[in-house]
C-alpha cells in the first residue's frame, strides 16, 4: 500500500477489502496539494547534468542529495512564491 496526501490509497486487488472503510470517505478532508516539478541542473562536483524532482508547496526548503552520476552530495536550497520556483541553488558540501 502506498500513501497520497498521507492518504492510504489502495493499488492492488483486494487491497480495498482489507482497509477500515472510514478511509475511503474523504468528504470532510480538505487537501493541501502538492506541486512537483522536475529541475534539470549542472552537479557542482563532476560537472553532469542531472535532474530533480522538487516539492513547490515548500515555500523553502534545502536538504543535501547524492548526485545520481559521481554520488557526491549536494545541497540543494531552493525558493518557491505562488507556485513558482523564484531561485535553486545546488552546491558541494566543503
Known amino acids: 500500500m502506498r500513501h497520497v496526501n498521507s492518504k492510504p490509497v489502495a493499488h492492488g486487488p483486494g487491497d ?3 482497509l477500515p472503510p472510514h478511509l475511503f470517505d474523504h468528504s ?3 487537501y493541501h496539494h502538492s506541486f512537483k516539478m522536475e529541475h534539470t541542473f549542472t ?3 563532476c560537472g553532469e547534468e542531472i ?3 522538487l516539492d513547490l508547496s515548500v515555500s523553502r526548503h534545502t536538504y543535501i ?3 545520481e552520476v559521481c ?3 549536494i545541497e540543494i536550497s531552493y525558493t ?3 507556485d513558482t520556483l523564484t ?3 545546488a552546491k558541494t558540501l566543503s
Open 16 to 18: 480495498q477489502q482489507r
Open 28 to 30: 470532510d478532508v480538505q
Open 43 to 45: 552537479c557542482p562536483s
Open 51 to 53: 535532474s530533480m524532482v
Open 65 to 67: 542529495e547524492d548526485c
Open 71 to 73: 554520488c557526491n552530495p
Open 80 to 82: 518557491v512564491q505562488d
Open 87 to 89: 531561485r535553486f541553488e
